[in-house]
């Protein structure tokens, strides 16, 4: 079966959906559905869906202009290493296309990926969190 790579437009995605992409990454067991669903609403998202079942997800917070942060780049374990990823990152960097910066924080195993996929590694910046 094919698998098709969707922004929020041509297909919704549901919170629900979302949620077992994230259980089953073992990601933010602590989000409500009802605040995903917010969520969606907000940011700009992409789904790959095999048949009507959501196996990744990926999605872009904005000013809608200048920056866009990419976020929760996430596929089905059982769906990993097929390239889903690199088709997610690639139609939202389509969907994104009239933004002038476009950022993102990864995990130090999943810098190669990115550098694949056109990302280049900033040692100038340092990441900062207030929480």
Do not use: P
Not at 87 to 112: A, G, N, Q, R, T
Request: hydrophobic fraction near 40%; charged fraction near 35%.
């Amino acid at each position: 079966m094919t698998i098709k790579i969707l922004n929020f437009t041509e297909k919704v995605i549901k919170s629900n959906d979302v949620m077992k992409l994230y259980k089953d990454a073992d990601w933010w067991e602590e989000r409500l559905e009802e605040d995903i669903e917010e969520m969606l609403k907000k940011d700009q998202s992409v789904g790959a869906w095999k048949a009507d079942t959501l196996i990744g997800f990926a999605r872009a917070v904005s000013d809608g202009k200048f920056r866009a942060y990419i976020e929760d780049v996430v596929i089905h374990s059982s769906y990993r290493h097929e390239g889903i990823g690199t088709k997610l990152i690639s139609k939202l960097m389509d969907e994104l296309s009239h933004i002038d910066v476009i950022s993102l924080f990864c995990e130090e195993e999943l810098i190669s990926f990115y550098e694949n996929n056109d990302f280049k590694l900033s040692k100038s910046q340092f990441v900062m969190h207030k929480k």
